[in-house]
């Protein structure tokens, strides 16, 4: 089964830093874009970053440029977000989602279940 | 960044009758080298991740009902549920891939009348 599962939310004080991890399973990781999808409560969905499957290209939305980065390590089938000076507005509940074919520019057909960071003092 | 707009906000129908739910993009979202549009729609059930229904603008996902269809090109794309069940109730989203960032209308919620 195609799965993906989120970890390392919670809640961190503004201006602290998160790591969110994303364990993948039933496919070829190394073969897919993945990006993270953020949904803060009773809001829209906003994308946040994507990553080429071999690690060589990497978008971020400008909001949190410089601020959040992304990466992924094939040998463990896992992807990450690390979020440095995380403001209240970064609060949301975090998806890792699948790209559904070999771009940068493609939906998404595999989402795990998110993961929620607060930002709060 | 493209501007997503989705209306309605949200949509009341009764069961078995026809849901329509239209997305309007602020510059064309179609390909002319491929001549695909690249736009997406999702839904997206209380307390879950959102499923993707839809992608270049009218391709159902594996497995999605047939009830489900998208049309529409350029700026203007709708999702029409041919006949309402009640295990449709959700959030719809649009979602445009043509280009960086990727960007999501606001969401129609579908309730049952």
């Known amino acids: 089964e195609v799965q993906v599962v989120e970890s390392g939310g919670g809640l961190v004080q503004p201006g602290g830093s998160l790591r969110l991890s994303c364990a993948a399973s039933?496919?070829?990781?190394?073969?897919?874009?993945m990006s993270w999808v953020r949904q803060a409560q009773g809001k829209g969905l906003e994308w946040v970053a994507n990553i080429k499957g071999d690690g060589s290209e990497k978008n971020y939305v400008d909001s949190v440029k410089g601020r959040f980065t992304i990466s992924r390590d094939n040998a463990k089938n896992s992807l990450y977000l690390q979020m440095n000076s995380l403001r209240a507005e970064d609060t949301a509940v975090y998806y890792c989602?699948?790209?559904?074919?070999?771009?940068?520019?493609?939906?998404?057909?595999?989402w795990g279940q998110g993961t929620l960071v607060t930002v709060s003092s | 960044d493209i501007v997503m707009t989705q209306s309605p906000d949200s949509l009341a129908v009764s069961l078995g009758e026809r849901a329509t739910i239209n997305c309007k993009s602020s510059?064309?979202?179609?390909?002319?080298?491929?001549?695909?549009?690249?736009f997406a729609w999702y839904q997206q059930k209380p307390g879950q991740p959102p499923k993707l229904l839809i992608h270049?603008?009218?391709t159902r996902d594996s497995g999605v009902p047939d009830r489900f269809t998208g049309s529409g090109s350029g700026t203007d794309f709708t999702l029409t549920i041919s006949s309402l069940q009640a295990e449709d109730v959700a959030v719809y989203y649009c979602?445009?891939?043509?280009?960086?960032?990727?960007?999501f209308g606001q969401g129609t919620r579908l309730e049952i009348k």
């Open positions: 039933g496919f070829t990781f190394s073969n897919y874009w």
């Open positions: 510059q064309s979202l179609l390909y002319s080298s491929n001549n695909k549009n690249y």
């Open positions: 989602a699948r790209a559904v074919r070999d771009s940068e520019y493609s939906p998404f057909d595999c």
């Open positions: 270049w603008a009218s």
């Open positions: 979602q445009q891939y043509y280009d960086h960032p990727s960007t």
